[in-house]
């Protein structure tokens, strides 16, 4: 069966300093991934997808980035963080080539900014 | 502009009572809607889902109803326990022409069952 892994869990971080969150899936191949962030009343707000390695697309113009170097590893990343980047992240895959399939999501990350 | 509009933004349900919650959309494209739900320090889990060639589905005490002429859909909860205790999210997709099977969230429903 397929499983997504995110970590940290909770990560606590000083303002400027640089971010890296992972995500990993198994028991799938070329899934369609997905960092989103969850902020309290305002649901869930998509930042970047991936179809395939190295192909990334941005929905929101922001402080972050994301990469993935190989097939079933998705990385976000910040070189300076803001305040504004708290937040609870999440990381979600769904079947490539079938978009049809639901989405899965991984337990998220708490990050907050000092 | 907001795809999938939600409501209401919180819910309080006696143990044993139905909970309802609302979703409405625009895009006449969009062809499959699910519903998330999502414990504190989780991340979202899907629930149930439906197509709009049907106009009710149901799974236990989850139900969905939706209403294609209306564009609108909701979840039904019988029976609400305690446990139900959660945020909920409806979503929706277009997956005709797509290759990402991209999901428009509402903005959830934070549900609490009182005991």
């Known amino acids: 069966s397929q499983t997504i892994h995110q970590w940290p869990a909770t990560l606590v971080q000083p303002v400027g300093s640089p971010l890296s969150l992972e995500c990993t899936v198994e028991?799938?191949?070329?899934?369609?991934l997905y960092w989103y962030r969850q902020a309290a009343g305002r649901g869930l707000q998509l930042l970047f997808y991936?179809?395939?390695?190295?192909?990334i697309s941005s929905e929101v113009p922001q402080n972050l980035s994301a990469s993935r170097p190989q097939d079933r590893q998705f990385i976000l990343s910040s070189k300076k963080l803001l305040l504004s980047d708290s937040g609870f992240y999440l990381c979600?895959?769904?079947?490539?080539?079938?978009?049809?399939?639901?989405?899965?999501f991984g337990d998220g990350t708490r990050l907050s900014i000092l | 502009q907001q795809q999938v509009k939600q409501s209401p933004q919180s819910l309080i349900v006696q143990k044993g009572g139905i909970s309802i919650i609302n979703c409405a959309y625009e895009?006449?494209?969009?062809?499959?809607f699910p519903w998330y739900q999502q414990f504190p320090g989780k991340g979202p889990a899907l629930l149930i889902a439906?197509?709009?060639?049907?106009s009710e589905k149901k799974e236990g005490r989850f139900t969905i109803s939706f209403n294609k002429s209306a564009k609108q859909f909701s979840l039904h909860i019988m029976d609400s326990q305690p446990g139900d205790s959660a945020t909920y999210f409806c979503a929706a997709r277009r997956s005709r022409g797509s290759t990402l099977g991209r999901l428009y969230f509402g903005r959830g429903t934070q549900l609490t069952v009182w005991p």
């Open positions: 895009n006449t494209a969009f062809d499959y």
């Open positions: 028991g799938t191949s070329n899934p369609n």
């Open positions: 979600a895959w769904s079947p490539g080539l079938h978009s049809n399939q639901p989405q899965h």
């Open positions: 439906i197509r709009p060639d049907v």
């Open positions: 991936s179809v395939g390695i190295g192909q």
